[in-house]
């Protein structure tokens, strides 16, 4: 039987984590003929992620180069997309999120009238530099999209305050809780050998940063102020999974390198970072998705920046806007560490599930089966 073709694009490791779901609900419909296209922004995290789900890219464009810049990004992405979907002609094009890869699949998909998908459609910060580049990121791709897949109400109010027809808005919840629920089950120990080094019930926290306005000053500010934590509460330790990027790397081991009770260590395979997630105290992170999945499962978050494009994580009460001023993030952290009155208020209040209840992709699948069928 002849099937219309759906390309699936994933260029970085959450877009394949949050992708990943969706491309396994549509395969489940058996209607549609999914394609992954990897553009390979990421390299081994993009491999780890889509791993974890039992997928492999039917083709992988290999664009990563060290300390890319976002021209090289966009420019490769856009023409190596393209000369896929002149290719296999898909009847759709699907993108997720806010990366450089999103937009160039996406421009791409335009330039030749392929209708777009965008997964996780109007996320919002307002400040075009916060995150950079990904609040225009967003708001670009928002634009091409024929279809806006809103993990969030409020998601759908940001469209719709940008003219996007109501019609072409689906509130579907955020398709990483469909991950989450994937991964659960996989996760009662870790695999990882770095992780075992902790000793049982060792109180942890675990650490995560990457984001491009946060390289320098921001990230050494991150760092001291990991270290005075250290100082001030002697039975605590640290899980620092390292982000791939020199720019980040270099940073973290200059200021934690062989410091006693941190774990420095590469990036993690999903279920291990659920795992890590679940067991540490509590999280510091500038994550979009860690975000997200923190509120599902009532983990505390510092978010380690000054905007969020994802307030429902604050007003649940799992976020806590903590920026990178090294004095807030100690105060905020040892308030957390001491004061179990104050941790046991956050998890009380994260009830709501923002994000959704892990159906987000099943949403997904079927409405563009109704509208392609
Ligand atoms: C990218 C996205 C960001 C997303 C993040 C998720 C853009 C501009 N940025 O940021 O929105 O939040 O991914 O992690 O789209 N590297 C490796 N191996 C890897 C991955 C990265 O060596 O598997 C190194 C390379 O030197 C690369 C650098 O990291 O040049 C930066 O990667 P890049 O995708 O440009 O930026 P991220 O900070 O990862
Ligand atoms: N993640 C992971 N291993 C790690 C760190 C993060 O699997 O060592 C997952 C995390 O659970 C989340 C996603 O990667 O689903 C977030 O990716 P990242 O922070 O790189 O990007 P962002 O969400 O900020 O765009």
Redesign the pocket.
């Known amino acids: 039987m002849y099937q219309k073709v759906i390309v699936c694009v994933v ?5 394949a984590i949050k992708m990943a779901p969706v491309v396994l609900a549509l395969r489940r419909q058996n209607f549609f003929d999914v394609k992954i296209l990897a553009t390979g ?8 992620a889509l791993g974890h789900f039992k997928l492999t890219a039917d083709i992988n464009l290999h664009i ?7 021209d090289h ?1 966009t420019s490769s992405v856009l023409t190596g997309s393209g000369e896929y979907f002149d290719t296999v002609k898909p009847s759709a094009v699907l993108v997720h ?6 937009l160039a699949a996406a421009l791409a998909g335009f330039y030749r009238k392929i209708p777009v998908g965008h997964v996780e459609a109007g996320l919002r910060s307002n400040n075009m530099y916060l ?1 950079f ?2 609040e225009m ?1 967003r708001v670009l791709t928002d634009r091409i999209t024929t279809w806006a897949f809103a993990p969030t109400p409020l998601a759908k109010e940001n469209l719709i305050k940008e003219g996007t027809p109501e019609k072409n808005i689906l509130v579907t919840g955020n398709t990483v809780i469909d991950a989450l629920f994937y991964t659960v089950k996989a996760t009662e120990k870790p695999a990882c050998e770095d992780l075992r080094l902790l000793p049982e019930n060792a109180p942890f926290l675990l650490v995560t940063a ?3 306005e946060s390289w320098g000053e921001p990230l050494e500010n991150i760092c001291s102020a990991l270290n005075k934590l250290l100082d001030l509460h002697p039975e605590l330790w640290m899980v620092i999974p390292m ?6 790397r270099e940073t973290i081991k200059k200021n934690l390198g062989g410091k006693k009770q941190v774990i420095l260590c590469d ?1 993690l395979d999903y279920p291990d970072f659920v795992w890590a997630m679940n067991t540490s105290r509590f999280i510091l992170s500038d ?3 860690v975000q997200e999945e923190a509120s599902a499962i009532r983990k505390p978050v510092l978010i380690l920046r000054d905007v969020t494009e994802r307030p429902e994580a604050v007003e649940n009460g799992s976020g806590i806007l903590v920026g990178v001023d090294r004095e807030k993030i100690i105060k905020k952290a040892s308030e957390l560490l001491v004061s179990s009155e104050y941790y046991n208020s956050i998890e009380k209040r994260c009830d709501a599930q923002p994000f959704g209840n892990g159906t987000a992709s099943l949403k997904i699948a079927e409405a563009l089966k109704a509208d392609l069928g």
């Open positions: 260029g970085t490791r959450p877009e922004q990421h390299a081994a995290m993009l491999d780890q990563m180069k060290e300390r890319q810049s976002l990004i999120g806010d990366t450089t890869t999103t995150p580049p990904e990121n990457h984001r491009r982000h791939k990027n020199p720019a980040v990036p994550s979009g998705g």
